[in-house]
């Protein structure tokens, strides 16, 4: 083969390589002028305006394959998830498209991947066939249907919920999570003869910066009826409880009732119960986004109370032991003197359960900013800025806080 014709196919594969990379770059938010609809922004159900400070969320009907829309509505993580608020409907441009510009600082309130997630609720007129006289005709009736993602660009949906991200969000990560999430874990493919893959399991950890704080699974109520690892998950649970001597309980799904002939209440947590050591609490709002509500504080206030006034060591959960107890951890890690790297390394642990769910810790991170009211970094001295927080909010005393770290680290 002569130099030139080496130079050639060098070329070509430089060209085909430079081609196949390009491809597989990652599609980023981009911004218009105004809006103009086109294949991503189509799919994505939103677009980027006015410099990118505006998000204009765009309907495009027959993208998600409905004939007669009538009104549309944004859910979202920015808005408590509302099915139909008046605040959120899209205004009709065309019979087929809808349109709602909203301000983006309206907007940074994340969803489960750590960005901003949304719905659309759609009330459409969905066709069907009835009989009169002999005749089958096409008739039509009011629906409400809320639509899962369409998109095929990846980083832009996590398990149905379309994603916002701005030209500074990286979709690989997200589009990473979507593709491991997508199918729960069989108990076939955990070694449990493996220290990690048991305690993965069953969610089951010791909590950052405690001696004596343990958090994990619900030790009795089935969550996860379909999956086969239910069973092994929960009876897996109830062995690190003995093993490790749990005194006290906090259950953070409420008493509920036992399902007859499924759920059966162990003999040491009913000697726990006896002992009057088990604390029930059934938060109402949303762990994430209620920091200002005083509900919150009052309920750490009264996790706080109920560890000084009890043995350890202690065992705090909700079903899975991802949203609630993760973020009653977190403050008590932080109680401790718990890094943000220390803490969100545990956080995103929870991801190891492989049941379908995926927290990213950026959802946590917004929660403890808000509490701090500054941006948290791995120097930030959460220990200080937490304990500050339901102080100056008169929810705990400096001697309680004191207290909650010596019960926990005894």
Known sequence: MNFKKILILAS????????????????????????????????????LINGGETVAFVFDAGTW???????????????????KSGTWEMAKIKDTFFMLEVPKIDLLIPGDSGHPEFKFIVTAEIPYKETVCGKELVRYKSEVIELDAVSGIPGYRLLGKNIILFPEDNPESIAEAEKIISKAKKLKEFDLSKDEDRAAIANFRLVPKTTALYRGYHPYKISNPKLDTEKTRIDFV???????????????????????????????????????????????FNMYSSTENRDFGNMIAEI???????????YIHGRTGIDRTGVASAILASFCGASWKEIEADYVKSNELKIREYRNSGLLKYTLEKITGTQITDETNLQKEISQFFIDRKFLTKQEIDLVVEKLNP
């Open 304 to 314: 706080v109370r109920y560890i000084n006034s009890h043995e350890g060591p202690y």
């Open 12 to 47: 070509l594969a430089l060209c085909s390589l430079s081609a196949f990379s390009k491809e597989k770059a990652p599609y980023r938010a981009e911004i218009q002028e105004k809006v103009k609809l086109n294949k991503y922004n189509r799919q994505l159900g939103y677009q």
């Open 238 to 284: 109830r062995q690190f409880l003995l093993e490790k001597g749990i005194k006290t309980i906090i259950t953070l799904s409420g008493d509920e009732t036992l399902e007859e002939g499924k759920e059966q209440l162990p003999v040491f947590i009913t000697d726990i119960r006896r002992n009057k050591s088990q604390l029930f609490l059934d938060p109402k």
């Open 65 to 83: 394959k409905i004939e007669r829309p009538l009104r549309v509505f944004i859910s979202g993580s920015f808005n408590n998830w509302a099915k």
